[in-house]
């Protein structure tokens, strides 16, 4: 039993980054902006971290801090320009932009280690420490949306003019979804590094961008619950299908493709609205 | 050294708007950006390379890569974006689609190459090397411009003489007018992604014989660069993307030879980027970007 569940930790904490990963992207298409630079934002993070531990010397925890904070700037930085994109122009900018981060991190070989990427990293954190952020991740998300800011972030995505009407500022909140996507992007790349011994720049590329964006619109874009399902259901589900575990990306497309044309809100989504219809309809026909 | 370097970025050039002329047609026409043209890209190089493999001649290799492409470009409109279409979210979910797709076709590739690099037997293609005045001029080069050019000429005589360019562009304007004039508008779509996919293979093939190097990746940066081309003319501006590739295969060539080589993908990039924020509505283009959630 015990060597049963040491061989699935490796996964649970792969869980624990990507829930991280997932909540930073979902955050941003929360308030309707189709940005794609988690990535570039986890590998902001996962350098600034894994260079202050590296060449510095630094505590783990100043690598994380200083790694969430490089994100966040990162971030608001970043949401400066994209407010006057819209849609797809937005995805484009921000594919842009993980090119840009890509090729300077490969060019600058000198402080990241270039297309070797940097080795060496002391491993400091373990399953519970990931643990822990990813359910504190969880749980600041979680509590974001039941309150006035959630709300804001609904109506901005719904209708920009109603929320404008209502006298919410659209700059302000997005802004505010980016802060917190390139914080926990950060955060969570940070981690990853202090947890690899090894980061590299093709990490944190197109692939992990599919990735990433895979969880969100499988499990779903309107609640927590989502990006949560999401990355449990596509990280469990090669495991399940081992002999399948080699065509990942087979499954990862046909999954996309199935779902955002049968169940474009996502699988976590559609059963917590078609629980909600059930129970109004019960409690309608007790009524009458 | 320069005129040579300018001769090398005009024959890139071609090959790019080959790539993007296919990228923002479909833009244009739909307002689905197709991440899986980059995928469509590499399996006609991959079809010219098996067929060349199996015994076959070249032209052969180029036909069915024409084909193939183009059928498979056909496939992943029916697959990914008709439906999407219907419930009006083709804009977020056809990103979303077509990165499955794109994902789908690259991972088959890998299996069937073997996670290997490809290359066509020596002399597939016969090396012959021109000179006049100072220049080198590889018998592939010239057949690469001429290709190109033969193409982009075939596609502008398709889309600005023919019926079937009215009906493409009566489309492009207005999907519901175009029905009431009794356009079948899904027929339309298959075309044009027909047209799209045969363009990105025989992109595909060019780039494969130029290089000799095939990979399941190899559609990947020519994706970015596609980009960055469709943005720069002008989404969905043919005239536009054209002008875009030739600028783009220039400044590529001549960065390349000038200035420290890891730094190509940051300044086009960078550029990319300012350009977007600068000018959305690129070179040619007339729609801008705030415009185009209609929401705002």
Request: hydrophobic content about 55%; glycine content about 12%.
């Amino acid at each position: 039993m015990n060597s049963f569940v040491a061989g699935y930790i490796p996964l649970f904490d792969l869980y624990c980054l990507h829930v991280g990963l997932a909540l930073s992207q979902y955050i941003v298409l929360r308030v309707g902006v189709f940005s794609l630079a988690t990535a570039a934002f986890a590998g902001i993070g996962a350098y600034t971290a894994g260079i202050l531990a590296v060449d510095l010397g630094m505590h783990p925890v100043i690598g994380v801090i200083a790694g969430t904070a490089t994100g966040m700037a990162a971030a608001i930085f970043l949401s400066i320009p994209l407010a006057r994109l819209r849609g797809v122009y937005q995805a484009i900018a921000t594919v842009a932009f993980i090119q840009i981060c890509l090729s300077l991190n490969i060019y600058s070989e000198n402080l990241t280690g270039g297309a070797m990427g940097l080795n060496n990293i002391p491993k400091t954190v373990g399953t519970l420490t990931l643990f822990i952020f990813a359910a504190l991740a969880t749980y600041l998300i979680w509590s974001l949306e039941k309150g006035r800011i959630g709300r804001a972030f609904n109506t901005i995505r719904q209708d920009e003019a109603v929320a404008a009407s209502l006298g919410i500022s659209i700059r302000k909140h997005q802004m505010l979804a980016f802060a917190i996507s390139g914080a926990l992007a950060g955060l969570f790349g940070g981690l990853e590094a202090y947890h690899s011994y090894a980061i590299d720049p093709k990490q944190f590329g197109f692939h992990l961008l599919i990735t990433i964006l895979s969880y969100v619109i499988f499990g779903g874009r309107n609640s927590v619950i989502g990006p949560l399902v999401g990355a449990a259901f596509l990280i469990i589900l090669p495991e399940l299908a081992r002999p399948l575990a080699e065509n990942r990306m087979v499954i990862y497309g046909i999954m996309l493709i199935l779902v955002i044309n049968y169940m474009p809100k996502g699988v976590a989504d559609t059963a917590i609205d078609a629980l909600k219809a059930r129970k109004l309809k019960a409690r309608g026909a007790a009524s009458s | 050294m320069l005129a040579q370097q300018l001769l090398n970025g005009l024959v890139v050039s071609g090959v790019y708007a080959l790539f993007s002329l296919g990228f923002t047609l479909v833009f244009g026409i739909q307002r689905i950006l197709n991440l899986a043209h980059g995928a469509v890209f590499m399996t006609g190089a991959m079809v010219a390379y098996y067929t060349v493999d199996g015994g076959g001649p070249l032209w052969l290799g180029f036909i069915l890569a024409i084909v193939v492409s183009g059928l498979l470009s056909v496939l992943v409109e029916i697959i990914c974006f008709r439906r999407l279409r219907k419930t009006g979210d083709e804009e977020f979910g056809g990103v979303v689609s077509s990165i499955g797709a794109g994902l789908v076709i690259t991972t088959i590739a890998q299996q069937v190459s073997n996670t290997q690099i490809l290359r066509f037997p020596f002399e597939t293609f016969p090396v012959v090397i021109f000179r006049f005045w100072d220049l080198r001029v590889s018998m592939l080069q010239l057949f690469m411009a001429g290709a190109a050019i033969v193409m982009v000429l075939i596609l502008g005589y398709l889309f600005y003489k023919t019926a079937f360019g009215r009906r493409v562009r009566a489309v492009t304007d207005n999907e519901h007018a175009a029905m009431l004039m009794g356009i079948n508008p899904n027929r339309i779509y298959s075309q044009t992604y027909f047209l799209a996919g045969a363009l990105a293979g025989a992109a595909g093939v060019l780039v494969g014989l130029a290089f000799n190097s095939i990979s399941f990746v190899m559609g990947d940066p020519y994706l970015m660069f596609g980009f960055a081309i469709i943005i720069l003319g002008g989404l969905g501006s043919i005239p536009g993307a054209l002008l875009a590739s030739v600028v783009f295969g220039m400044v590529q060539t001549l960065t390349i030879a000038y200035l420290p080589s890891g730094l190509t993908d940051t300044i086009i990039f960078a550029a990319l980027f300012l350009i977007l924020l600068i000018r959305p509505h690129g070179l040619l283009g007339q729609e801008d970007a705030g415009n185009l959630g209609g929401r705002r």
